[in-house]
């Protein structure tokens, strides 16, 4: 099993640029979890999925958007980059208990 | 507002001491408390967790210790090593309310092992 992977690894953006970053699992979980970490806060939940054609904001999901269209992907879509959504984003997945996290993306926006 | 706030926020300790990292929530409906171990340039890995049904778990030289009425817990590493070196995170959450098992993370320890 490859678990969670994320791509691209690390994007620079210009200001008003759209991307979508890749999230995929192979663990056949129902829940799965888009996360930013900015230094020194911790990571805060963008969005979240219960299942393939169910999702819900998080905590900061504001200039984000998700979809959730098979249970193995679940990427998360940038619309007009702003430099506050420099961060790094992991994305998650999980059964019923623990989550499993990807090995992030690094995005900058200049 | 963090749900989880975490202490201290870097902790150096030597080779064969004991490492403590403290949480405290607020939100008694979290009942699901694990702790997370992040290496620079990889996604966080659960370590160990516990709900609040007991006042202790312990997995090899990792112990949470669980204060339910104070609404905290702690990591303690035992016997640390240098290859211990790492942030960690605590979380809480609530999926028995939600469904999915959405966490709050508390800010993060980055502790260095000294040789």
């Known amino acids: 099993n490859a678990g969670v992977t994320q791509t691209p690894k690390f994007r620079i953006l210009k200001i008003g640029q759209s991307m979508t970053l890749q999230c995929a699992q192979d663990m056949n979980h129902n829940y799965m979890y888009w996360y930013r970490q900015d230094p020194g806060m911790g990571l805060k939940l963008i969005y979240y999925?219960?299942?393939?054609?169910?999702?819900d904001k998080g905590e900061v999901p504001n200039g984000y958007n998700v979809s959730r269209s098979t249970t193995e992907d679940f990427p998360l879509r940038l619309e007009l980059a702003a430099p506050s959504q420099t961060s790094v984003y992991f994305c998650?997945?999980?059964?019923?208990?623990?989550?499993?996290f990807g090995p992030g993306t690094r995005l900058t926006v200049l | 507002q963090q749900q989880v706030k975490q202490s201290p926020q870097s902790l150096i300790v030597q080779k064969g001491g004991i490492s403590i990292i403290n949480c405290a929530y607020e939100n008694t409906a979290f009942d699901y408390f694990p702790w997370y171990q992040q290496f620079p340039g990889k996604g966080p890995a659960l370590l160990i967790a516990i709900r609040p049904d007991v006042s202790e778990k312990k997995e090899g030289r990792f112990t949470i210790s669980f204060n339910k009425s104070a609404k905290q817990f702690s990591l303690h590493i035992m016997d640390s090593q240098p290859g211990d070196s790492a942030t960690y995170f605590c979380a809480a959450s609530n999926p028995r309310q939600t469904g999915a098992n959405n966490l709050f993370f508390g800010t993060g320890t980055r502790l260095t092992v000294i040789p």
């Open positions: 998650a997945s999980s059964h019923s208990g623990p989550q499993f």
């Open positions: 999925s219960v299942g393939a054609g169910i999702t």
